[in-house]
């Protein structure tokens, strides 16, 4: 109390200052004889002081004048606006908020203690009054005028008189004592033209009282909490709502509050700890039903009983939506897809048209989608071609050998597994025509080479990973008698829906079966839309460091 004395010479003109605001906030005791409740004189709370972390104490604006002395227990009071139901004149009232206890008294200010209550149980202006010794709830001095206790509107009306009986019987009364007093009229009263109002006034009285017993509550206890907000999730799909928890205190359970957007009340699941710290629960399947929302929060029960926020609270919940499934985006290629290929490579540019061939293919693809057999594709092609050894074709020994071939080919797609990884055999049947064999003039290290017209065989063997009209990887070979034999590589690329692209590295010997070259292609293609596709390539062919040439072609697809 000692350095409470040395502070009251700094606080005569904050006494005097609200002595006046009492006087002026509470009616002069003349007027006490029309209260429904008289009593001491009322201070207000001056200042809130915090000693420690969860200790309080207030400064009030009464002492040992006042009569009080160190112990003693003061009731606390928030000042409310009541308005009168059928009148509607506006009434200030008083509703207890709790209790403290003196310790510390001087002439005119004392300071009481509320122990560990939370620091926003108590504001700056609250009323206080000495209590009663035995009370049986806190009854201030609550001072109305007579003007606003007459209601000359009901004396004519006994439903109205009813209702205004019942209203001065709550005036100044806790909380407890209002809802009691109007439940009872009702419960008396069921079909009065007055419910609305009263309900009204109940349902303001459940929020204070919630409020108050929030207030009253010790300082929740400190959670961390950590969450993914879910923002959407696919009709008929199961949602799971986690958090992890780090706590002060024991928790006795964790609950997920839910319901669909626009229907009330919330359901709630108790969530399942997982491992420590970590809470789970699925919410029922019927709230993904359909299109729409979910919104939910979640919230914590201490051991003692207290509910702690974790995520949001019922009148700010997180909002899920709830959007139908993505329509499958249609296959690109179609089920049917029809194409025709151009492609020519000169492999020795020094001397052109000396080592090169060119040939045109058109084929017919149509997915099966019959588990193993994925797809099939049949088609033709003519391939032309002049060439022979590096080395008479770069000494200019003679004329080149020619080769014309008419054929057609027939390949299954094999899914291994899964039609992303296929195995793709090829049959090749064609007809050699009558000008194969050397040039007119040709020497005889062509002579050799020479052929009557005859049927041509060949089977080709690839190993494709990915989708055909995604990105994928192929691997294989072709064996072709008269022509030669290739092996390739080739990455296709599908990083842009409109502009695929491909790079292959093949060896061959075309185009008759002699030495054998590398070449290096790239591909571009275009799809302006879904069922056409235009591509080009260009490449560069080498069978030696002197003997290099490049090559090119375009192609045209139809998908439906």
């Known amino acids: 109390m000692a350095r409470k004395r040395g502070k009251e010479g700094l606080w005569s003109l904050v006494v005097v200052l609200s002595s006046a605001l009492a006087f ?3 009616p002069a005791r003349g007027q006490e004889a029309t209260s429904p409740a008289a009593g001491p004189r009322k201070g207000v709370v001056l200042r809130i002081e915090q000693l420690s972390a969860t200790d309080y104490e207030l400064l ?4 040992k004048k006042d009569g009080l002395g160190n112990g003693d227990r003061v009731n606390v009071f928030s000042r409310v606006t009541l308005v009168h139901p059928v009148t509607r004149k506006k009434v200030e009232d008083l509703l207890p908020v709790g209790e403290a206890t003196v310790s510390s008294v001087g002439e005119r200010m004392s300071t009481v203690s509320v122990g560990t209550a939370r620091p926003d149980r108590f504001k700056v202006g609250d009323v206080v009054a000495a209590a009663s010794k035995a009370p049986a709830e806190p009854q201030p001095a609550c001072e ?4 606003a206790l007459v209601c000359p509107e009901c004396k004519e009306d006994p439903e109205a008189q009813a209702l205004h009986e019942a209203w001065l019987d709550t005036v100044g009364r806790s909380v ?6 109007w439940g009872a009229f009702l419960a008396l009263n069921p079909e009065t033209r007055f419910k609305t109002q009263v309900e009204a006034e109940l349902k303001w009285l459940d929020d204070t009282d919630a409020s108050l ?5 010790p300082p929740a206890p400190k959670v961390s909490v950590r969450h993914d907000a879910l923002t959407s999730v696919v009709e008929g799909a199961r949602v799971r709502v986690a958090v992890t928890l780090e706590s002060t205190v024991s928790l006795r359970r964790v609950r997920v509050f839910f319901r669909r957007l626009g229907d009330a009340p919330f359901d709630s699941l108790v969530m399942n700890e997982a491992s420590t710290g970590y809470y789970q629960a699925d919410l029922p399947q019927e709230m993904t039903g359909a299109k729409g929302a979910i919104e939910y929060f979640v919230e914590a029960e201490t051991a003692s009983g207290q509910r702690v926020t974790l995520i949001r609270d019922a009148g700010t919940p997180l909002s899920v939506a709830v959007e139908p499934p993505a329509a499958d985006e249609p296959d690109r290629a179609g089920r049917c897809r029809v194409s025709t290929q151009a492609e020519w490579a000169d492999f020795y540019l020094t001397d052109p048209g000396r080592d090169h061939f060119w040939r045109i293919e058109g084929d017919l693809r149509y997915t099966l989608d019959l588990g193993f057999l994925d797809s099939f594709r049949m088609g033709f092609g003519v391939f032309q071609g002049e060439g022979g050894p590096a080395e008479f074709i770069e000494k200019k020994q003679g004329d080149p050998a020619r080769l014309v071939v008419n054929y057609v080919y027939f390949e299954t797609a094999l899914a291994l597994g899964t039609d992303r990884v296929t195995l793709n055999p090829r049959l090749v049947v064609g007809d050699i025509g009558d000008n194969w064999g050397a040039g007119e003039g040709e020497p005889d290290p062509l002579e050799k080479m ?5 049927d041509m065989f060949g089977a080709h063997l690839y190993l494709r990973i990915g989708r055909e009209d995604e990105t994928n990887l192929l691997l294989g070979g072709s064996l072709t008698s008269e022509m030669g034999n290739e092996a390739i590589i080739k990455m296709n690329l599908a990083l842009l829906d409109m502009f ?3 790079v292959s590295a093949v060896a061959t010997s075309f185009p008759v079966g002699d030495d054998y070259a590398a070449r290096l292609i790239y591909e571009l293609g275009w799809r302006p839309s879904d069922w056409l596709e235009v591509s080009g390539q260009f490449g560069v062919n080498m069978r030696n460091i002197r003997h290099i040439g490049i090559g090119g072609g375009f192609g045209l697809a139809v998908l439906w």
């Not at 009030?60 to 002492?63: A, I, K, L, R």
């Not at 109305?144 to 003007?147: A, D, F, G, M, T």
């Not at 020479?450 to 005859?454: A, I, K, L």
């Open 60 to 63: 009030v604006d009464m002492g």
């Open 144 to 147: 109305i005028s007579e003007q």
């Open 24 to 26: 002026w906030a509470v």
């Open 176 to 181: 407890v004592a209002r809802q009691a007093t």
């Open 213 to 217: 017993r929030r207030r009253s509550e």
């Open 450 to 454: 020479s052929r009557d017209s005859g």
């Open 500 to 502: 695929p692209m491909g």
